[in-house]
């Protein structure tokens, strides 16, 4: 398994994201990380950005793996929380780019804590 530390923006940092937005976002990441054959170890989030520790087979390709990451999530949300559908700017949550991390240098242990301690979400 190969690990990999993302990171999302909103579109615009634009989106005031609560704790129940990110509970709706854990649960659509771990659904996307399962269909694929990887595991979200981590998950966390700030007001307008997430952060996501991902184990993750080989044979699939970061990119898709994100694309796929950020539409469900991006549906999902729109779904449960309509009170975001306001914020969205042509239906799009998520900021085009992204950060993506492979974690080698240091321990899994380490960035774990790290995404922990990422929360200012009220």
């Given at each position: ?86 914020s ?9 780019s992204?950060f ?6 240091v ?15 009220p």
């Open positions: 398994m190969l690990h990999a530390h993302l990171v999302f923006i909103a579109k615009y940092r634009k989106m005031k994201f609560n704790s129940a937005h990110l509970e709706t976002m854990k649960y659509a990441f771990q659904i996307v990380c399962n269909s694929f054959g990887a595991q979200l170890v981590e998950f966390n989030g700030g007001i307008d950005h997430v952060h996501l520790l991902v184990n993750y087979p080989p044979t699939a390709a970061v990119a898709k793996l994100v694309n796929s990451l950020k539409g469900v999530s991006s549906r999902r949300l729109r779904e449960k929380h309509s009170e975001l559908n306001r969205y700017r042509k239906h799009a949550l998520w900021s085009p992204y993506a991390g492979a974690c080698g240098g321990t899994i242990d380490i960035v774990k804590k790290y995404i922990e301690k990422e929360q200012d979400a």
